[in-house]
């Protein structure tokens, strides 16, 4: 009976001490959370990897914009232009110096990702080396020359490139196979354009190939609709055929511009920009972007800012994103094969 009555008590006294011992852990638990929660505690910057005027700019301005007029982040932001090498310089200063800042951004685009599979001024920076948070938004390509200029039609344009390829010096705001160069590569091909013997002259930046194009350093440019759209609006340029599937009929700048296909160039080209962050932050960090990132691309005010632009809304979270980014590898890495380019295997 003694025994029987010990064990009750030493049973009573075991769960009494497990009680407290669970409910010790739910409020360390529980604390360990609260510490996991990551907010930025300073001035936050957001890095464009091309110069001021261009797309990634852009994009930049407006997020830091939107950010701090809907309160979505408290803390001051500053957009950082890193020109140079068409993307490239900017990618790997953000990989090697900030991949533990949780309070620097990155804004890059499809050539940052051209710049990685091939050979000829590679990059060692691909979404392996960089955290891709979440893709932003799509912008069709677009071939234009200044309003003064004697080509009237992009067939008046491919046709005298066709009849002597050194004639024609086309201007873009990236190196040699990136995105701007594919996008006159492509609509070039379709017009039986010697290839490799187009001349074409590479900046920094859409903003930098812009000011060569009205200063006469070019017989054309290829860019894309953000980028061009101002000046097109302005009366300084004419834009000879968008990347577009179809007339962009809701914009009431650019509904007039005929796409390439309907010119008989069967070609679709669109830009992507997205927002990177350092690979090696915290997840509380990585989080706390992507719902900050999300909870942007919601608002009305970005989704007004778009269609200003005449860019399509693409946003992806970070798993979409890097898928898109592998998957599209792939495509581009094709097309380098059937240009003749070197690329990585």
């Not at 010990?6 to 360390?28: I, M, N, W």
């Not at 020109?83 to 900017?90: A, C, L, M, N």
Request: with cysteine; proline share 4%.
């Amino acid at each position: 009976m003694m025994f029987s009555k010990k064990t009750k008590l030493l049973s009573v006294l075991v769960a009494s001490v497990l009680v407290t011992s669970l409910a010790g852990c739910s409020k360390q638990s529980a604390g360990t959370d609260e510490k996991k929660a990551w907010a930025p505690q300073k001035q936050v910057t957001i890095m464009a990897v091309a110069g001021a005027g261009g797309g990634l700019d852009m994009v930049a301005r407006t997020m830091t914009k939107i950010f701090d007029q809907k309160k979505i982040v408290t803390q001051p932001m500053m957009v950082e232009n890193k020109p140079g090498g068409g993307q490239v310089t900017g990618t790997v200063a953000f990989a090697n110096q900030s991949s533990k800042d949780e309070h620097k951004l990155l804004i890059a685009s499809t050539p940052f990702i051209l710049n990685h599979i091939k050979r000829d001024g590679n990059s060692p920076i691909g979404p392996d080396q960089i955290y891709p948070l979440a893709m932003l938004q799509g912008d069709y390509g677009v071939i234009a020359v200044s309003a003064e200029s004697p080509y009237k039609t992009l067939k008046d344009l491919m046709d005298a490139a066709k009849a002597n390829p050194a004639s024609i010096t086309f201007v873009g705001g990236g190196a040699p196979g990136t995105w701007d160069h594919l996008n006159i590569i492509q609509v070039a091909r379709k017009a039986g354009v010697d290839l490799k013997a187009i001349k074409y002259n590479p900046y920094d930046g859409g903003g930098e190939a812009l000011t060569a194009l009205l200063g006469g350093h070019g017989a054309a440019l290829t860019s894309d609709v953000s980028s061009i759209k101002q000046y097109l609006l302005a009366g300084k340029v004419r834009v000879l055929g968008v990347g577009s599937k179809e007339r962009m009929t809701g914009d009431e700048v650019m509904k007039a511009v005929p796409t390439y296909k309907e010119q008989n160039y069967d070609v679709v080209t669109v830009n992507w920009r997205g927002v990177f962050a350092g690979k090696d932050i915290p997840e509380p960090a990585k989080k706390y972007w992507g719902e900050k990132v999300a909870e942007l691309a919601k608002t009305q005010e970005w989704k007004d800012d778009l269609k200003k632009q005449g860019v399509i809304e693409m946003y992806a979270d970070a798993k979409g994103f890097y898928d898109h980014i592998k998957a599209e590898q792939k495509i581009y890495t094709e097309l380098y094969k059937e240009m003749g380019m070197a690329v990585k295997e």
